[in-house]
């Protein structure tokens, strides 16, 4: 429990890290208010249509379990022990995780933050819907914000957490201060979202599972929800010659998943109409740095706001509350040596994260199916069973470990190294026991020199 009982802070965003922040918060004792500028969640599901499921795994459950809501949600999470590949002739296979019993859970988004906007309702955090950001002084310590009725007013606050997404109107009021540095980058694709009903009352695909038809330089993914439903989303170029600009008719769109998608045709009575209507969503990467000027900080999506396919995005934002708690707490609670701490440690592994999401994207589109990789896959599970203290594939150190993003984005490098290295131990072929031991030691003498 804190000291300054009385202090004051304001959150920007009510979103998934600007109401679990909250509830970390106001168990120190602090008020704490939030502002958002959409409605209430509780009230109108905010994602309908244009939502990826997201997919919670240990650092985001580290977070929740640290703030007491993780019980909450347990109950509505769906467990998926791996990737199952769904090629063009309906085959399947499943490509596991990490080790037995290692797997990440699909959760709804809108029930995950209505569930934590309640939770801090019941420690009287305020939550204000509705309010736009309209500027934030840095030097004052205060926002000015616009109410439902237009009316502006000013809000003052020993401490301003800008985390209201990747268009933050925090973030755009410092990228006017001397030497913040920012950058955008939006992918060639974009997103559509779809929904598979239960068939006869049950899920119509393995709910233990997620789902990737991988078509090279397009996608399609499915995971499970609660009513027995899937979320799915069709990851496809927002223009050009094989787009979502160019597909438009009934004729067009019924010709593309017959030849790419045959067999979610029939999972999908209504396909024409979700095509038509779901919204074609953008994605893209946002980096900035400094996070902190005097007491106002940016976290989550505000500050590093990335692409969804490691299913690292929510997880990263989680694991912000917890680094930033802990910073808190080493430097007594004192705002501006903890904010400014803070930030200068996580923006590396938030740069680390946005990569590896980038690269997965490719991965999970074009590699999956291929067989070097599934080979090479192979490979790594064998060296991690047999020297579980010297190699852990880099997809378990980013999803099953504390290990710090950057750390685990740097040993992925070397493991690429192992492997380009020694290609004729393990491609086209079932590496020995030797082969296996090898590798591994080609791998520590990396991590000695």
């Known amino acids: 429990m804190t000291d300054q009982p009385n202090a004051h802070i304001v959150i920007l965003g009510a979103g998934l890290v600007g109401s679990l922040l909250s509830i970390h918060l106001a168990k120190e004792g602090y008020l704490v208010k939030v502002y958002e500028k959409r409605p209430d969640p509780r009230k109108k599901d905010l994602y309908s249509g244009r939502s990826i499921n997201l997919a919670l795994s240990d650092r985001g459950i580290k977070a929740l379990k640290g703030a007491g809501v993780y019980e909450q949600i347990a109950d509505e999470l769906i467990p998926m022990h791996g990737r199952i590949i769904h090629d063009e002739a309906g085959n399947t296979n499943m490509q596991p995780y990490g080790k037995e019993g290692q797997h990440i859970n699909s959760v709804s988004r809108n029930d995950l933050n209505c569930m934590l906007v309640d939770e801090a309702e019941k420690l009287n955090v305020h939550f204000m819907f509705e309010h ?10 205060e926002i000015t914000l616009k109410d439902p009725n237009g009316v502006l007013f000013v809000e003052p ?21 001397q030497g913040f540095n920012y950058s955008q980058m939006y992918l060639e694709h974009g997103y559509k979202e779809f929904l598979i009903p239960p068939k006869d009352g049950e899920f119509a695909l393995d709910p233990n599972g997620l789902h990737i038809w991988p078509r090279k330089s397009f996608m399609f993914i499915a995971l499970p929800n609660p ?4 979320t799915c989303t069709l990851f496809f170029r927002l223009k050009g010659e094989q787009s979502f600009e160019s597909i438009n008719t009934n004729e067009e769109i019924k010709s593309f998943f017959e030849t790419y998608f045959k067999d979610l045709i029939p999972l999908t009575p209504d396909l024409l109409d979700q095509y038509h209507n779901n919204p074609a969503s953008t994605l893209v990467t946002i980096k900035c740095s400094p996070w902190a000027y005097n007491t106002t900080l940016l976290i989550g999506d505000a500050s590093h706001a990335i692409v969804p396919f490691y299913g690292q995005g929510m997880n990263a934002g989680f694991e912000d509350c917890t680094v930033l708690m802990e910073t808190l707490r080493k430097h007594n609670f004192d705002f501006v ?6 930030q200068k440690e996580r923006v590396k592994d938030a740069n680390a994260i946005s990569d590896l999401a980038l690269k997965n994207f490719i991965e999970m ?13 192979k490979t790594e599970a064998r060296i991690h069973q047999q020297f579980p203290e010297i190699w ?3 997809y378990s150190m980013v999803t099953f470990s504390e290990l710090s993003y950057s750390q685990a984005f740097n040993l992925g490098l070397l493991q690429d190294e192992v492997m380009e290295e020694n290609k004729d131990l393990w491609l086209n072929q079932e590496p020995s026991d030797e082969d296996i031991k090898h590798l591994a030691n080609q791998f520590k003498l990396k991590l000695e020199s």
Request: aromatic share 8%; glycine share 4%; charged share 35%.
């Open 132 to 141: 736009q950001c309209e500027k934030v002084d840095t030097d004052a310590s």
């Open 157 to 177: 606050a020993d401490l301003i957490i800008g985390s209201d997404g990747a268009f933050s109107a925090v973030r755009a009021t410092l990228q006017f201060k």
């Open 227 to 230: 009513d027995k439903s899937f």
């Open 337 to 342: 040596n903890a904010i400014h701490e803070f």
């Open 365 to 377: 589109r074009d590699k999956v199916s291929d067989d070097e990789f599934i080979q090479r896959k």
């Open 392 to 394: 852990t594939p880099q």
